[in-house]
């Protein structure tokens, strides 16, 4: 079965400190890998997206991720956080041979302190 | 249109009572898409439409569960009978071939 893991309920880092947030999957297809972000009361905004090529992907607002095939990961990093980035992350796993539909995983909230 | 819309954006109903939410995809979109999201959970996906059939179901929780869409355009999504449990965010998402999907706001069900 096609699953999601973000071991990281909260996370809770310093305004200019730098981040990464884990995602690990198990998928019996290739994947295409996303990473989303949901600021309260707002929708879902991609962040970044992987479906080939190289592994090292830039989005935007200054986060990259990393797609690791060997440790079935695709962490989300950003090299200093701001306090608007405070927000709940979700990364989510598709594939063409399920028509696409995303698995996603339970989200890891970021809190930003100043 | 500019993105994906959601009708209503809240609702308040019974339990027993029966809701239809509505979900505009982005014009061109062949590919739709529902979720729901749970209090404090991530996504989980009901149903995929490519076009007005339905390929994918298999996340629909219950056959009080049922949606269409109308060609390319429009889906509804119908919940009978609706229970507290069915408390959700229910989430929409076109997308064309094989991209990334784009997200609607959202409609906040709340079952009394």
């Known amino acids: 079965a096609q699953s999601v893991t973000q071991p990281d309920i909260h996370i809770t880092v310093s305004e200019g400190a730098s981040l990464e947030l884990r995602c690990n999957y198990s998928?019996?297809?290739?994947?295409?890998l996303f990473w989303y972000v949901q600021s309260p009361g707002q929708g879902l905004q991609l962040l970044l997206k992987?479906?080939?090529?190289?592994?090292l992907v830039q989005g935007i607002k200054g986060f990259e991720a990393e797609f690791k095939r060997s440790q079935s990961s695709f962490n989300l990093r950003k090299p200093s956080v701001h306090w608007s980035d405070a927000a709940e992350y979700f990364c989510?796993?598709?594939?063409?041979?399920?028509?696409?539909?995303?698995?996603f995983g339970a989200g890891t909230i970021l809190r930003v302190k100043s | 249109g500019a993105g994906v819309s959601q009708s209503p954006s809240n609702k308040v109903t019974e339990k027993g009572k029966d809701v239809e939410l509505r979900c505009d995809p982005i014009?061109?979109?062949?590919?739709l898409y529902w979720y729901r999201q749970r209090l404090g959970q991530g996504l989980e996906f009901l149903i995929y439409?490519?076009?007005?059939?339905?390929?994918?179901k298999s996340g629909l929780p219950s056959d009080r569960f049922s949606a269409e869409r109308t060609g390319e355009s429009v889906s509804t999504l119908t919940i009978q009978r609706t229970q507290q449990e069915d408390s959700a965010v229910y989430l929409c998402?076109?997308?064309?071939?094989?991209?990334?999907?784009?997200f609607g706001p959202g409609t906040r069900l709340t079952v009394l």
């Open positions: 992987y479906f080939s090529g190289d592994t």
């Open positions: 014009s061109g979109h062949t590919a």
């Open positions: 439409f490519q076009g007005n059939s339905a390929p994918d």
């Open positions: 998928y019996g297809a290739t994947p295409y």
């Open positions: 998402a076109s997308s064309s071939t094989v991209s990334e999907q784009f």
């Open positions: 989510a796993v598709g594939a063409k041979e399920y028509g696409n539909k995303l698995v």
